[in-house]
């Protein structure tokens, strides 16, 4: 049929492999939101020696090429030690896809940067991070680009919702140009916490709104 | 081929039969133009064919034989009605122009080049159901403003603004009024001896007629410059070849739009909106219920994007669009849902079901029972909607 997808991936798309959760987890990650667009959660098992990927699934709130590259990056990255998986690229994924539209590279690039996050994530969490660069206000903003502003549909760095970041003796202070009662006010926050508090010396982060 | 259950009928319609039969002559017999009646008699019959359509269709808006002209379709009329009124009045008058925010690209993409060429353009507000803000339209109008564009009927949520009243605000402050009555010109009432437009685009496409023809009704009087240079036809409003097969093929098909036909798109929407609702939890219907095109049910499906939707509706021989980012070559979510206050997520999951002439009930039960299926399978590969 004359789609505008190759068999390959429309096959992903008709039967994803590892779709789920695992609520036992030892990493996972979320990369896109709902109210901007394609969403994709990623969860992970690691063997604790030898850092092979046991156990790999997720989730996608997304159109036929992310759910696609969701299914070929799980498949790709199963039985890879972390370090291998973490430089799986979004090209590879494409290959084994049989090629994507280019229009579609913004929906599947999702799902290797959640693959991404999601093997930092095990390795903030279990003390793995290799060069321990101590966090500054530059890493807090670089993080805050993936929190996503509904409003605007773009990141709350770029729609200018981070008013101020501090950081000081492993406490973040993020200053956000909206009223606490504000509709996305507290989705907002929940995302910012869960980019930054992982960070291997963060102890706290404090969100403050606009009066 | 498999059977295809089109409801896409706002973007395109299959073609009637008797249509096309009413156009043959007009490619096989009377293949001449109409600027050639005084050269010949093929000339004459030519020229015959198109005057008829034309007063054929005038009749169907109340118009006089003169205020209708016939073009290549909605976005051309559209093109001409602003452009050609701002080319007619800029100077003279004033540079101001204002639209709603959900209108249709033809008017909305009129005035963005209008603006780059300094005219000024306020964009209307509407509320969550898709009406404009008649408040704030009375409050816009100055000594300035040349026209008002305001559509009758959403391409995309089926609403139906109340353009006697818009028509009566713009005729009492002085300006023109557009209206883009490309979904409702023949599936709801509309005749400009009650509406006071002095513009409105028509088009054939979204009745079964062929693609490459429309028209634009013009009240004799209104100022309105010429865009399109060539030959001095359509009252030397619009060069270009005449269209006598579309303009009779045009006129055929609005002839065949009727009132019990409407009647029964409005009952199979109703029924969509029914069973949707009755089998499938968590969907939002966007735009008003009351007020709404026969022929259009637009409905977010929380939780799952619309792309997605649409693709394993088309496995199944279904055609029908969505307002999602993902589907559009702009990557651009809907503007019109984002205009009666939905944020992305509300465009990306939403789809748009527009019936025509073809379908029938049965199709609708059908669609309604893959679409359940496939709103659950996809919910459940879904990080969202889940009972923690």
Redesign the interface.
């Known amino acids: 049929?004359p789609?505008p997808?190759n068999d390959i991936v429309l096959e992903h798309?008709?039967n994803?492999r590892n779709?789920?959760?695992l609520d036992d987890a030892d990493g996972k990650a979320?990369e896109g939101s709902?109210?901007?667009?394609?969403?994709?959660?990623l969860y992970l098992k690691v063997d604790p020696e030898t850092k092979v990927i046991t156990d790999i699934k997720f989730?996608?709130?997304?159109?036929?090429s992310?759910?696609a590259t969701g299914s070929i990056i799980t498949e790709l990255a199963k039985g890879k030690t972390i370090d291998e998986a973490k430089k799986i690229t979004w090209k590879e994924a494409s290959e084994a896809l049989g090629g994507l539209p280019s229009?579609?590279v913004?929906?599947s690039v999702l799902a290797v940067e959640a693959l991404r996050s999601a093997i930092q994530n095990y390795e903030e969490k279990h003390g793995l991070v290799k060069e321990k660069v101590a966090t500054t206000e530059e890493i807090v903003r670089k993080r805050l680009k993936k929190v996503m502003n509904?409003?605007k549909?773009l990141d709350m760095v770029a729609s200018n919702l981070v008013k101020e970041v501090e950081v000081k003796d492993g406490v973040v202070r993020i200053a956000i140009d909206l009223p606490e009662n504000h509709q996305f006010a507290n989705a907002i926050k929940e995302e910012a916490l869960e980019k930054i508090e992982s960070l291997w010396d963060v102890e706290k982060v404090i969100v403050e709104f606009a009066d | 081929m498999p059977k295809n259950y089109y409801m896409d009928n706002a973007a395109a319609t299959r073609l009637d039969e008797q249509v096309l039969e009413a156009m043959k002559p007009y490619f096989f017999e009377t293949y001449s133009v109409a600027t050639s009646e005084f050269g010949y008699s093929l000339g004459i019959e030519a020229r015959e064919a198109l005057e008829e359509a034309r007063s054929r269709m005038a009749d169907f808006l109340g118009a006089g034989h003169d205020e209708f002209v016939f073009t290549s379709g909605s976005a051309e009329s559209s093109n001409l009605a602003l452009k050609g009124v701002a080319k007619a009045l800029g100077a003279k008058k004033g540079k101001h122009i204002i639209v709603s925010k959900i209108e249709d690209f033809p008017v909305l993409y009129s005035a963005r080049t209008l603006a780059k060429e300094g005219f000024k353009v306020d964009y209307l507000d509407v509320d969550e159901h898709g009406f404009v803000d008649t408040d704030m339209l009375r409050s816009l109008i100055g000594d300035e403003t040349i026209l008002v564009s305001i559509q009758h009927g959403n391409q995309e949520i089926g609403t139906v603004q109340d353009i006697e009243s818009i028509g009566e605000i713009c005729r009492e402050k002085g300006t023109l009024f557009h209206t883009d009555a490309t979904h409702t010109f023949r599936r709801i009432p509309l005749d400009v001896r009650s509406i006071k437009a002095d513009l409105i685009t028509v088009s054939a496409h979204t009745i079964h007629g062929p693609k490459g023809i429309g028209g634009l009704f013009v009240r004799k009087g209104t100022p309105l410059a010429k865009i399109m240079d060539g030959g001095f036809q359509e009252f030397d409003l619009r060069g270009g070849m005449d269209n006598i097969p579309g303009a009779v093929g045009f006129a055929k098909a609005a002839e065949l739009v009727t009132e019990p036909e409407n009647a029964r798109l409005k009952e199979m929407r109703d029924r969509i909106i029914e069973l949707v609702k009755k089998k499938i939890p968590d969907v939002t219907l966007n735009g008003d219920h009351a007020k709404r095109l026969p022929q259009n049910a637009n409905i977010t499906f929380h939780y799952v994007e619309g792309e997605s939707i649409t693709l394993h509706m088309d496995m199944y021989g279904i055609s029908v669009s969505t307002g999602s980012a993902c589907f559009s070559r702009s990557l651009e979510a809907s503007h019109v849902i984002g205009a009666i206050g939905g944020d992305h997520e509300r465009a990306h999951g939403s789809i748009r079901f527009t019936l025509g002439r073809y379908n029938t009930m049965d199709e609708v039960e059908y669609v309604v029972e893959k679409l359940q299926s496939i709103v659950e399978n996809l919910r459940k590969i879904s990080p969202l909607g889940k009972q923690e």
């Open positions: 049929m789609f997808y798309f008709k994803p779709i789920g959760k979320t709902p109210a901007c667009g394609d969403m994709v959660s989730e996608s709130y997304g159109c036929a992310n759910i229009i579609k913004h929906c509904p409003i549909g």
